[in-house]
């Protein structure tokens, strides 16, 4: 067997919190004066202590990556995937372990990664290839492809500051992938371009595969995940959850543990209010596949499941259901309610499940919370708080669209049903 190009030895990165508590210290006070007055009171009586919390984003993750793969790693939100691929691109150095790289390594780690905002697209391409040790002459030589490939030929000589996060990601890529990397480290930036771009990116990443380049690859979207990838492992709290393997079993796993940790949001019932009567017993969210989400995608379909239980065998009627979608400041932007749709229907008894199908999602990229909430006769009887925490990734959305952001009502065009068996 091949040498590996990329051996990662339990690598491990821990944080330390700082976090500042005493007598006066109220979160949700924002009053400038106030804040002064009472910071500088402190400091006076020095009646403030200062806690210290260790994180570890990472710990313990060793895997081996060879020559043509395309490693994908997946997990959710938090679980350290952007920690792994800063450790492996040497962005930050590790607390304990180590990774062994091979090669010249180029990477796309978040907007702007390699860039400076002052300087323009044009210097920016040279100052990005020099740190990764290519000569003037190398990079004068793949310029006219690096700039066709990203399609900002307009705007090369302006300040990358002006530039839009899908034209920036569009350059950085370019330079990442047509400077001859040896190991390429792709995080999951590439949501933010449009759909035609994805598709161009997603072929070149293939193109860098299969001409032996090694690949580390980071997206919440498993579709995506299974038609480049070769192989994949789930890190869950920082640690390997499921080890380097097949694609198709690692995304099985993560699926279920996504599903599974949907029910325990649910179960917690962050700040559930329910009156006992008719209960949420059960919700997830699903594309247009059937596969379970936790990053919904602009412009695509969705399906909300909500399942209930009642606690009587009594007919069930003037019931209205309500998804929350809000903000991650907690602001509701959008309110899918099936009064309309479901106000006269009677349902079927002890328990069933409803289904909310939204055509084209229409949610901007960012971070987003869904909530619950079950009326019957205009009371509320049931409502959980952020059964569901994720993100909105740009999908088929242009670059023009993705530079607006919603501010307040956001309309979506969504149908009801009633699952018939109950």
Known sequence: ????????????????????????????QRVLVEDITRIANQLRRRDYSEKRVTFWALKDVSF????????GIIGRNGAGKSTLLKLLGRVTEPTSGRAIIYGRVGALLEVGTGFHSE???RENVFVSGAIIGMSRAEIKSKFDEIVAFSGVEKFLDTPVKRFSSGMEVRLAFSVAVHLNPQVLLVDEVLSVGDASFQQKSLQKIKDVSENGGTIIFISHNMTTVSSICTQALVLEHGKVAFPLGRVSEAISYYLSDVEQGQKIRMEEGRQRMTSGNIKISGFNIQGSDGVILETLTSGLPVTFQIEYQAEHS?????????ILIKTFKGDVIANLNSQAALGSHKLPRDHGQVTCTVG?????????SISLLIEQMGQVVDKIDDVFIGNVDAGGHSENEMSREHEGWV????????????
């Open 1 to 28: 067997m091949a040498e590996p190009i990329i051996s990662a030895e339990n690598l491990s990165k821990r944080y330390r919190i700082h976090q500042t508590t005493g007598p006066g210290w109220h979160r949700n």
């Open 64 to 71: 081996d990556a060879r020559e043509g793969d395309v490693v």
């Open 119 to 121: 300087l323009t697209g």
């Open 314 to 322: 009594k007919p069930i009627k003037d019931i209205c259901f309500s």
């Open 360 to 368: 084209k999602f229409p949610i901007m990229p960012g971070n987003i």
């Open 411 to 422: 309309l979506i065009e969504h149908g009801w049903s009633v699952n018939s068996d109950g």
